[in-house]
């Protein structure tokens, strides 16, 4: 079965510094991995997916992920945080069933904190 | 402008009542997608429907209930059998085929009172 895991509930950074928000991933053939960003009481924001080429993945805001293969991981980064950055990261991998639904497996969540 | 509207954006329930949250997208998606977010536990999808007049259960389908009566519209019936359904709603849509992104609603937060 897939699954993602987000080892951390809470991330915090200051102001100007890089951050990294963690992802690991559990699937049966190739990952179709993907990187939402929630803000209080709205909906999910698409950042970046990974689908396959490139390692390097560039999303919206700045933000870029790195796809791991050997490390089945899949790390949301960006050089230079703000403190707008401050919100709740879910990483996703879809879901490869025989029906091929598109449905999306979620992370619990984590807590991107940016201190001024 | 393209997107996918939720309504209402607060919903109050007394117990035994049934409630219906709305979903309309006007991209054109074929697929649609119904999750229900509660704190520390990610997004859990409760059903899909690919197709019009055509869905599926998902992982905690039981106390609510869907339609796919048209292309846009893909209404949740949170019924008196879910017994704790005091959370925030999230629907979505997707092209339902390929790798694409879904895109989000804003999501109704429903509570029991």
């Known amino acids: 079965a897939q699954s993602v895991a987000q080892p951390e509930d809470q991330v915090n950074v200051a102001e100007g510094n890089p951050l990294t928000v963690k992802c690991t991933y559990s699937v049966s053939g190739n990952p179709y991995l993907f990187w939402y960003v929630q803000y209080p009481n709205r909906g999910l924001q698409f950042l970046l997916k990974?689908?396959?080429?490139?390692?390097l993945v560039k999303g919206s805001y700045g933000f870029e992920a790195e796809f791991n293969k050997s490390q089945t991981s899949f790390h949301l980064k960006k050089p230079s945080a703000l403190v707008s950055d401050s919100a709740l990261y879910f990483c996703a991998v879809r879901d490869v069933d025989s029906s091929n639904t598109g449905k999306l497996i979620f992370g619990q969540g984590t807590t991107l904190q940016v201190k001024p | 402008d393209g997107g996918i509207t939720q309504s209402p954006k607060y919903l109050f329930r007394k117990e035994g009542q049934n409630v219906t949250l709305s979903c309309e997208q006007n991209?054109?998606?074929?697929?649609m997608y119904w999750y229900r977010q509660d704190p520390g536990q990610g997004l859990r999808l409760i059903y899909y429907?690919?197709?019009?007049?055509?869905?599926q259960k998902g992982d905690i389908a039981e106390g609510y209930s869907v339609s796919r009566e048209k292309k846009e519209s893909f209404p949740l019936t949170v019924t008196s059998a879910q017994k704790n359904p005091t959370a925030f709603y999230l629907c979505?849509?997707?092209?339902?085929?390929?790798?694409?992104?879904?895109?989000f609603g804003q999501g109704t937060r429903l509570t029991v009172v």
């Open positions: 990974y689908i396959t080429g490139d390692n």
């Open positions: 979505a849509s997707s092209m339902g085929t390929g790798v694409t992104e879904a895109f």
């Open positions: 429907s690919q197709i019009v007049n055509d869905f």
């Open positions: 991209l054109n998606h074929d697929a």
